[in-house]
């Protein structure tokens, strides 16, 4: 049985061996020397580069993260147009912010109004569309459902629904891949 408080009391502890390094006189969580920054900077540049020349594309190329540690990857519509999504393997489904819908001339479904939706930041109001192709990790989608939110979301996401499309991923060493 956990007694009230203990809870709690743990997220303190934790606070504080992660602080203080548990008394080992360093901390629990070091940062990178400047070499091992510069170098995951030069990688991810390089992967930045590749994406934006179409070369991101067979299975098994690593997805470096982003400096902010996440992981992105950038999609090429029919149209022409590109977006950038961010990996989110918690979202059920493809989100398109608004800014990217209309940018991509994304229509929402004839008659879907809006729906809501329990995003990381609370309830949302999202419409719902279908995006006929869209080429991302040197895979075409095809008939892709997506959600658009046209507020308080900062990047587009890549959902449960794409990310079964397009493979195995798996996530180790700092890098993920899409087998």
Sequence with gaps: MIKPGYTIMMASACAFAATFGLGLGMPLFAEPSAPAQATVMASYVEQQQAQQNGDIGPAGNPILPAPDGLYYLDAQFA?????????????????????????????????????????????????????????????????????????????????????????????????????
Aim: cysteine-free; proline content about 2%.
């Design 79 to 179: 149209d022409g147009g590109r977006a950038r999504f961010l990996i989110d393997t918690g979202a059920s489904v493809t989100v398109l912010t608004g800014a990217d819908a209309r940018r991509l001339g994304v229509q929402p479904t004839e008659g879907a109004g809006g729906a809501k939706l329990r995003t990381a930041g609370g309830m949302t109001t999202a419409r719902s569309a279908t995006i006929a192709r869209m080429d991302i990790a040197g895979r075409q989608l095809r008939n892709i459902r997506v959600a658009i939110i046209d507020n308080g979301l900062p990047v587009s996401l890549l959902g449960q629904n794409a990310l079964a499309e397009l493979g195995t991923i798996t996530l180790g060493n700092g890098r993920m891949t899409i087998d």
